[in-house]
């Protein structure tokens, strides 16, 4: 079937350590983005990427990095410079910039022990 | 900048009935395309109904029907005979239609929590 995977479902990070998550996306779809919700908070962008190898800050990029190396795959680090990372992490993709419909992953919960 | 404001943090509706959802937005783009997703528990948002800026009929899917008054910025999601399992977060989102940049991402409102009474 196709979709957006992302994995793991649930992840705990430990004080200073850089963690990742996965997102992988079959629908042939060129632009990816990553979205961070925090409760009684709508999503907000972290990052998105419009085609490989390319991809923008979008508005709370600081403490997290993003790679583009292939066009089904966006993995999202967290950093250790990332001073609150507990959330719930959501992936999505779209098939072109513009009207086309935002699609997303299951979402990933991270967690700082 | 572009803005979605969703006014009800909460609204509750008896099953079978029907429950209308607020929505505004500000923008000064003429060509947009906005969203309704809905959350359940598992936390997946999924799409509920989309319209398009330039098009004045309003969207509809199955029991799922919004109000869109460009004018007025207004985008209301109404849903008819109202089920259990719509019980969820409903967000509303806005898109602009233009090509590159930030442009395409979504903004989202801070979603209403729906709770259906049995």
């Known amino acids: 079937d196709g979709g957006i995977t992302q994995s793991p479902k649930y992840l705990f990070r430990k004080e200073g350590q850089n963690v990742t998550l996965s997102c992988e996306q079959n629908?042939?779809?060129?632009?990816m983005y990553w979205y961070r919700q925090d409760p009684g908070q709508g999503l907000r962008l972290i990052y998105y990427?419009?085609?490989?190898?390319?991809?923008q800050k979008g508005d709370i990029a600081e403490g997290y990095s993003v790679s583009r190396e292939k066009k089904e795959s966006f993995p999202l680090t967290v950093t250790s410079a990332q001073k609150n990372p507990t959330a719930f992490y959501l992936c999505?993709?779209?098939?072109?910039?513009?009207?086309?419909?935002?699609?997303f992953g299951e979402g990933s919960w991270l967690t700082v022990v | 900048a572009q803005t979605v404001t969703q006014s009800q943090p909460e609204m509750s509706v008896q099953e079978a009935e029907t429950v209308t959802l607020s929505c505004t937005y500000d923008t000064s783009e003429s060509d947009y395309y906005l969203f309704w997703y809905k959350q359940p528990p598992s936390r997946q948002m999924i799409l509920v109904i989309r319209?398009?800026?330039?098009?004045?009929q309003n969207a509809t899917e199955n029991r799922f029907s919004v109000n869109f008054q460009k004018a007025a910025k207004s985008f209301s999601l109404k849903i008819s005979d109202s089920q259990l399992g719509d019980a969820a977060m409903y967000f509303c989102?806005?898109?602009?239609?233009?090509?590159?940049?930030?442009?395409?991402?979504?903004?989202f409102g801070k979603g209403t929590k729906l709770s259906v009474k049995p």
């Open positions: 989102a806005y898109r602009s239609a233009r090509y590159g940049g930030s442009q395409g991402n979504l903004i």
């Open positions: 990427s419009q085609i490989v190898n390319d991809f």
């Open positions: 999505a993709s779209s098939a072109r910039d513009g009207g086309n419909t935002i699609y």
């Open positions: 629908l042939n779809h060129d632009a």
């Open positions: 319209q398009e800026a330039y098009k004045q």
